[in-house]
Structures are given as C-alpha cells and as structure tokens.
Nanobody, 125 residues
Framework: QLQASGGGLVQAGGSLRLSCAAS????????IGWFRQAPGKEREPVSC????????YYAESVKGRFTISSDNAKNTVYLQMNSLKPEDTAVYYC????????????????????WGQGTQVTVSS
C-alpha cells in the first residue's frame, strides 16, 4: 500500500512537503512517482524517482521549484514543493512501478502502477 500525506492549504509562494509511505513491500527496485489531477483536467506526472539508481524526472512546470527525494530505510518518498502557484492546486497521488525510471514510465504507471489515495493541495492567490 502507498499512503500519501502532507497536503493542505497554502498561500502562493509558500511550501509544502508531501510524503508517500509504502507498506507491505520495500522500494527496491521500484520507481515512485507523484502525479496530480486538477478539476476538469487529466492526471499528469509531476515527478518520479528511481530508488535503485536515483534517476529523477520533473515536469517542466515544476522544475526548479519541486524536489523529489527518497528515504529507502523508511520506505518513504518526499516531494518538497516550494514557490507554490495557484496552478499547482490539485489532488496529488503517489504511485509505484517495478524497476527503474525509463522513458515509457507514464505508460508503465498507467498500465501497471500501484496507486495510493490522493492528498489535496490548494494554493490560494
């Protein structure tokens, strides 16, 4: 199971840290991803990290503002979100796929990912 937490209401320019804790399996070798879905929009990938080799992915819209990190000893992945903008408002989900991060990760998450429940992030202007 994946448990996402850390969402909340924050003003524009503020910060939040999301956590994704895994239970029932270890992260090695998995790729953990954060996705988000805003009302009326499709789910989109935000950031991913490969626990075996540390490779990361960031959406262009969050580069330089968000940082993903992994604590394998705690089976937890974090998403530090700084300089938040109203357009970051969405439900954020974490998910896991087996293996390392590859170019087709979106397809792999869609077809075979383990998904946790979402956590709401609301950024007020």
């Amino acid at each position: 199971q994946l448990q996402a937490s850390g969402g909340g209401l924050v003003q524009a320019g503020g910060s939040l840290r999301l956590s994704c804790a895994a239970s029932g399996f270890t992260f090695e070798p998995y790729t953990i991803g954060w996705f988000r879905q805003a009302p009326g929009k499709e789910r989109e990938p935000v950031s991913c990290i490969s626990s075996s080799d540390g490779r990361t992915y960031y959406a262009e819209s969050v580069k330089g503002r968000f940082t993903i990190s992994s604590d394998n000893a705690k089976n937890t992945v974090y998403l530090q979100m700084n300089s938040l903008k109203p357009e970051d408002t969405a439900v954020y989900y974490c998910a896991a796929i087996g293996g390392s991060l590859t170019a087709d990760f979106k397809w792999r998450f869609d077809k075979g990912g383990w998904w946790g429940q979402g956590t709401q992030v609301t950024v007020s202007s």
